[in-house]
């Protein structure tokens, strides 16, 4: 089986795991470097009044054969950049994925009403996958009616019934799952999430590789 970790920050040495690494972007970025298949982005902790040069770099990369998404970019209103910068930034990098015909890998903090209305503003082609997701079945319920795709992380290892219900409610073709940590296994996410839904990890794997490969329109991993 061929566990599919959405959001790494590094790659697991498991020939079982396929990591999605994570690569952070700033404007004094100087050398790009990846041992495989990886997202670029502006995450907003490091969006600065230079944000603009950061995400031409951002744009140089998306053409790079391993650089399947953009991101995590997004909204955060508990870090201490500017929040108008924030937003600019992350309208600007959600226009970016869809010129470059890339899913957008989205990091989302206290903000969800201004991510709804910058979805709606920017009405994507491409997909978005909100990662991360901690919020309980109604929030999910809203977020996958715009056609989003959420993705789980360490909070499945603790008991949470609103969470547990969010899980539940996604459709096999819109929900990944993540590590987003190097001390968090992706397999005991796997196995909690298996066990939420009532399926075993063998199915589970089968499915998010599925939705893995057609959401980051790959015909394999590697």
């Known amino acids: 089986m061929l566990y599919v970790d959405a959001l790494a920050q590094r790659r697991s040495a498991s020939q079982n795991v396929a990591s999605l690494v994570n690569i952070r972007v700033t404007a004094s970025m100087e050398v790009f470097e990846t041992d495989g298949i990886c997202t670029v982005g502006l995450h907003p902790w490091d969006v600065t009044q230079d944000w603009r040069d950061a995400l031409d770099i951002v744009e140089e990369l998306a053409s790079e054969e391993l650089v399947l998404g953009i991101g995590e970019c997004g909204l955060d209103r508990q870090c201490n950049a500017s929040w108008i910068h924030q937003i ?10 869809e010129r470059v015909s890339k899913p957008l890998m989205v990091h989302c903090l206290k903000a969800h009403d201004e991510l709804l209305r910058v979805h709606k503003f920017i009405d994507p082609l491409q997909p978005w996958i909100l990662h991360g997701f901690v919020k309980g079945a109604d929030l999910a319920r809203q977020f996958l009616d715009t056609g989003m795709t959420l993705s789980f992380g360490s909070a499945v290892l603790k008991e949470s019934a609103s969470l547990v219900e969010a899980i539940r ?5 819109r929900i990944l799952l993540e590590t987003d940590s190097p001390d968090v296994l992706i397999e005991d996410i796997y196995a909690a999430v298996a066990a939420i839904r009532g399926v075993s990890i063998d199915e589970l794997c089968e499915a998010l590789q599925k939705t893995f490969e057609k959401t980051f329109i790959r015909d394999q991993l590697s």
């Not at 600019?88 to 994925?97: N, Q």
């Not at 409610?169 to 073709?173: L, N």
């Open 169 to 173: 409610i996604c459709p096999s073709e």
């Open 88 to 97: 600019d930034a992350f309208e600007y990098a959600a226009d970016l994925a």
